[in-house]
C-alpha cells in the first residue's frame, strides 16, 4: 500500500569524511507503525535522523518524503513535516522563557501566534510541565529541560515526529509519561520514530523495531520478533529486555516483552 | 573504618526557599558501591555535588551538618584540591567537555596535567581509561564530533585515568548502547574491588540492583532509607517515591515468590531465576 510509506530511502549512503562511510546503502521504508531504531553508540542513528530533517545530506542516494524526493526541499519546508527532538536539549533550547520555546518552532514554520499559543499549552500540558511556562529554561534541571524539547516539537503537529533518547534522565513516572504521549501521537496518526537505548521500553512501547549495526540494518521486525533474535542483538551490542532474558533463562520458548505479560501467563497457568 | 561519612547535611541553593538536602546522614566504607535512587528532583544530583566539594563552595547557599571524606570535612577544602580525592561524572555530558580542547586525547589528559604525574605514567593511564571505554579510536578526534554515548565514555574515561579515591557517577551510562552499559558497570565494580568507593546515581533499577552494596533513597531531599537492595526492593512503599522495583522483583512479588532464607524478594535476574525454575519444572 502506497500511503503506508511515509519516508522511503534508497540505497541511502553517508559519510561525514571521505573514506569513513557511516550509513552504508540503506533501503527501507517507514510506515504507520510507532518505531524504536536501536543500536550501539556510534551506529549512525542519530546521523540518520539528521539526514530525514535535512541538516545533512545524503553523500549518495535518497529519502522520499510522502513520495517526493526531500533533496528538492530546504531545512524549513521539511520542518513542517518532520519534527524532530534532538539527544542533547542543549542543542535545541535557546529562548529565556519555557512558554517562547515551545511556541518558537509553531511560528517558524507559519502557524498564527493564537494557534501557536494553544499547540504550545497543550503540549506543556501533555508533558505535565504547564506550571513551568513562564520559567527560565537553563534553570531547569536535564529532566525537565528535555521534556521542553519534547513539547517544543509536539507543539509544531508535524506528521512525524522524531525522538532522539527522549528516557534521558527521566524517573519511572517520567518515562511512564512518556510512553503514554508516544501512543497518544500514534493514535492521532503521527508516525514517531525514536532511537532509544532502554530495550524495556522498546519492548512496551512499540510496534517496530529496527536495529543499525555499523551503518547496516541487522534486524527489522516487530519488536516481539526482533527481541526473539538474541544472538543477533549481541553482535550488535544489544540486549533482550529483562524479562524477556528472565523468561529465556527459564526455558520458556514463548518470547515475552513485558513483566505484565509473564505475570498474566503465570497466573493463567496456577488455575 | 569509614571513608566518607555524611552527617544530618541540610542545603539551599542561593535564591530558593526550600531544602535541596534536608538531613542526610549516612556513612560508606572504603570500596563500596553505594546506588542513589529517588525521582527526579528528589536531591540526587545536589548531594553528589555536596560529595565533590561543589556544594557549598561552588553553589553556596546556606549549608548545615557536615561531609567528612577520611578526616578531611570537604567544605573546609579547596575543590581542586578535593578533586585528587573525589572524582565526578556530571549528569549532563555534553557540559562537562571543558570546550577547550581540540582531541578526545587531550580533553582525558586534562584532568591529569594538573595532577603533576609523571609523563610515562599519564600516557599509560589515559591509555588504559580510552581502551576500557573502548574510545581508543577517537583519540585525535574533536569531542564535539562525537556521538552522544561517545561523549558519555569519554567523560567517565577522563574522570577513571584520574584514579581518585572516590567516584561519584551521576547518571553515567544514560546514552550508553545496552553492552557498554554492562561494560561500565562490570568496569566500576572492579575499581570499587580495589578500593575505590563509588556512588552512583541512576534510574535503571536492574543495575542499581545487581552491582550495589547498599542503596539509598531520597526523597524530597529526605533520607527515606539505606540498605542492601533486597531490603530496599522489598518495600510496599516505593511508591510513593516514585521508584519502580527491577523486573525481576516486579515478577516475583506479583507470584508471592520470595527468598526463604532472606524473607526478601528477588532483586537480580540470578535470584529470580533460582526461585522460579522449580516451578517451571513441577509444571
Ligand atoms: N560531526 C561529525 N564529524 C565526524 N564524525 C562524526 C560527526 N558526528 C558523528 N560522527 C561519527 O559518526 C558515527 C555515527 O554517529 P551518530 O551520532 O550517528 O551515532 P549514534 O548511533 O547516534 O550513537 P549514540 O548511540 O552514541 O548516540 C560515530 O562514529 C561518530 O563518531
Ligand atoms: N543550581 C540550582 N539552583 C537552584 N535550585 C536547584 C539547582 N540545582 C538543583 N536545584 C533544585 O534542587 C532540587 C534537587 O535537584 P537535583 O538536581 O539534586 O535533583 P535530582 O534528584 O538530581 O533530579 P534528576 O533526577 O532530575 O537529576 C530540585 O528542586 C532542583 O530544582
Ligand atoms: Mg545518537
Ligand atoms: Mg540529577
Redesign the interface.
Known sequence: MDNNKILEMKALHFS?TEGDEILKGLDFVIDERSTAII?????GK?TFVKLLKGLLRPTSGSIHFEGNDIANMTVAQLAKHIGMVF??P?DQIFKNRVIDEVMFGPLKIGMAESVAKQKADEALELVGLKDLAEKNPYDL????RKLVAIASIIAMDTKVIIF??PT????????ELIKSVIRKLRFEGKTVITII????FVADTFERAIVFAKGNILLDGTTRDVFAKEDIL?EA???Q???T??CQ????DEVFLT?EE??TY??A?AK | MSKIVVENLKYKYPATDFLALDGISFSAKAGEFIGII????SGK?TLCQAIAGLVPNFYKGSYGGKVMVDDIEVKNVDISDLCEKVGTVF??P??QVTGSKLTVYEEISFGLENLGIPKEEMIQRIDEAMELLDITKYKDRNPF?L????MQ?MAIASIIAMQPEVIVLD?PT?????????EVYQAVQKLSKKGITIFMVE??M?KIASYSDRVLIIDDGKQIAYDTPQKIFSRDDLDEY???A???T??CR??GKKNPVTGCYPVT?EE??DL??KD?GE?
Open positions: 561525514y543500536g550501539q553508540n556510534g551506529a542519530t539527544q542533547n542543549n534541571g536535564l529532566s525537565s532522539d533518547e534521558i534522565a527521566q524517573d519511572y513516572h517520567g518515562k537505548h532502554d530495550m524495556d549481541k551490542y544489544l540486549e529486555p529483562n524479562v532474558k528472565l533463562s527459564l526455558g520458556y513483566t509473564f505475570i503465570q497466573k497457568k | 529517588g525521582k527526579n528532583g544530583s549528569q549532563n555534553f557540559n564530533d556521538s552522544g554515548g561517545q565514555r547518571e544514560s546514552q550508553l548502547d545496552p553492552q557498554g552499559r554492562e534510574h535503571n536492574e516514585g521508584i519502580e527491577p523486573a525481576f516486579k515478577i506479583e507470584l535476574l529470580a531465576n522460579l525454575k517451571k509444571m
